[in-house]
């Protein structure tokens, strides 16, 4: 059974230009959560999203959109790609329902240059 | 807005001494769940606590939940070296799993 699967694992990028990571949630999981790591802080939540529809947002500019595709699987996209989004981008999948396990995929690497 | 704080930010001990770390939440918290992460690695989830007051033990390691479901607690007993790595708390607000995590206490551990 794979868990989360996310790609790429790493990525260099201009500034200005735009990114999309895609993430596979484990088997059985229906929830898609998207996490921005920094180096040396914890994950910040940026959105969720469930039934194919962003049910939860961070406090993340409108540059940062995703998308749900029917087989669960999802998108992170980032448009005009600015130096301080350079991070680890994190993709965890859970099942709905509050408090149930989420798993975290090995996340993507992005730095823009 | 939301906050959650993790106290301390590192954590230097010898193998074979205790550890701690401390995340309090700026409102309360419909659930805590605490993660691991290796260095270079991702988080990987270690236990949720739901219930007020609740503790909930893994081994070395004692996981404790406020009564007002505020703060909680990572204990690790005894620490051996493959504790190393950072211990991330993360409340969870509402009936969604939207968590915001803390900072972070790296663990690094003397042989």
């Known amino acids: 059974d794979a868990g989360v699967t996310q790609s790429p694992t790493h990525l260099i990028k201009t500034r200005g230009q735009q990114v999309t990571l895609r993430c596979s949630p484990k088997s059985g999981h229906d929830t898609v959560s998207w996490y921005q790591q920094a180096l040396g802080q914890g994950p910040q939540f940026i959105f969720q999203?469930?039934?194919?529809?962003?049910?939860q947002r961070g406090n993340f500019p409108d540059r940062f959109s995703g998308h749900q595709f029917p087989n669960y699987s999802s998108e992170l996209n980032v448009n005009a790609l600015l130096l301080g989004d350079s991070a680890l981008y994190l993709c965890?999948?859970?099942?709905?329902?509050?408090?149930?396990?989420?798993?975290f995929g090995q996340g993507t690497r992005l730095t823009v240059v | 807005g939301q906050q959650v704080m993790q106290i301390p930010q590192y954590q230097h001990v010898q193998e074979g001494e205790d550890f701690t770390t401390y995340c309090n939440s700026s409102t309360t918290l419909s659930n805590i769940q605490w993660y691991k992460q290796r260095p270079g690695g991702h988080p990987v989830f270690l236990i949720q606590?739901?219930?007020?007051?609740e503790v909930k033990k893994q081994k070395r390691l004692t996981f404790q939940f406020g009564e007002a479901k505020k703060n909680s607690s990572l204990h690790i007993t005894a620490t051996q070296t493959t504790d190393v790595g950072t211990y991330f708390c993360?409340?969870?607000?509402?009936?969604?799993?939207?968590?915001?995590f803390g900072s972070g206490t790296k663990l690094n551990v003397k042989p």
């Open positions: 999203y469930y039934e194919e529809e962003e049910r």
């Open positions: 606590l739901v219930k007020s007051g």
């Open positions: 965890a999948s859970s099942r709905q329902g509050a408090g149930t396990e989420a798993f």
């Open positions: 993360a409340g969870g607000v509402g009936n969604f799993n939207k968590f915001y």
